[in-house]
């Protein structure tokens, strides 16, 4: 087992700790909770809505939700996974009120140098380099910007490993057409890092 | 298209650096939780939130979400059962008819040796 294998499987057993002792009410034990899924928590919920404050809102929301509901957890998928596809369902929620309520004219934001991009396990690994990190960076802020219908159905499935079945249930939309969009936004990331290059 | 793959594969474990006091906002909306907020525990979260504690749900979405994995495996298991069946009947016909072949030399010696 290598160093970053190791790594990961302590930050699993810590997981399982603070969880099992948030369920019996120990608070200061979900406040670490807080403290390591904050960050993925909200870049979630950036990359899908596209605006500071509500990105912040949404993490409080879900965190306020696993918060109500801990107790019950039973602890069958990780909690990772549990809080990474309650975010999701969070954000596409908003998403579809705010299409609703603002007409789709909401002033985006991009990726700017003011967003600060940081690598959970990429410290860790000598083979990445500087040009990858900026070339992840500039990948991100192409995803960002993207439309929509192309965004969502790609940081679904080459962010948080949704299957195509499970997008297209989640944004009404038929298979095909997940498919093709998210063949289409590769493309189209392929094609804006070639003019980055 | 690969080099693509490659760096989603690294995005994954990237994340954007909220404001430095988003634990300290998040930790105090919790410190005072209050009736309004058990709105939020709506019926799409209620449901979300029985489906992952089911077993049987999320084994049902590992086979919808991998259908050719969960063939394979299905077919490969199939193979295995009508492989061991197959050799059981071998051995059991071969115990049969090997008791009858040992038996007719040794009968046939016994003649040649009168």
């Known amino acids: 087992m290598d160093k970053y294998n190791k790594g990961s499987k302590y930050r699993e057993i810590d997981e399982k700790v603070l969880v099992a002792k948030s369920k019996k009410g120990d608070k200061a034990a979900f406040e670490e909770l807080v403290k390591q899924f904050s960050k993925y928590v909200y870049t979630t919920a950036f990359f899908i809505l596209r605006d500071t404050y509500e990105a912040e809102d949404a993490s409080q929301e879900v965190f306020v939700k696993v918060y109500l509901s801990i107790k019950g957890f039973r602890g069958l998928s990780s909690f990772k996974t549990w809080i990474r596809k309650l975010t999701v369902n969070t954000c596409i929620d908003k998403l579809r009120l705010r299409s609703k309520i603002k007409d789709k004219k909401v002033s985006l934001e991009k990726i700017t140098e003011e967003h600060e991009i940081v690598f959970t396990k990429f410290s860790q690994s000598l083979e990445i380099g500087f040009f990858n990190k900026e070339t992840v960076k500039e990948v991100l802020k192409i995803i960002v910007n993207l439309d929509e219908s192309y965004r969502i159905p790609i940081i679904l499935r080459d962010l948080q490993d949704y299957s195509y079945r499970e997008i297209s249930e989640l944004t009404g939309k038929p298979i095909g057409t997940v498919k093709t969009n998210i063949h289409r936004a590769r493309k189209m990331i392929k094609e804006k890092l070639k003019m980055y290059r | ?114």
């Open chain 2, 1 to 114: 298209m690969n080099y693509i793959n490659k760096y989603l594969k690294i995005a994954k474990d990237a994340v954007i650096k909220p404001s430095k006091d988003i634990d300290k906002k998040i930790i105090d909306r919790i410190s005072h939780i209050g009736k309004s907020d058990e709105k939020l525990l709506d019926e799409k979260f209620i449901d979300y939130f029985k489906k992952s504690n089911s077993r049987l749900y999320l084994t049902i979405e590992k086979i919808k979400n991998n259908p050719g994995t969960f063939m394979a495996a299905a077919i490969a298991v199939f193979f295995i059962i009508v492989f061991i069946a197959f050799m059981i009947k071998i051995f059991s016909s071969e115990e049969k008819t090997g008791g009858k072949n040992n038996r007719s030399p040794s009968s046939k010696d016994d003649t040649q040796q009168d």
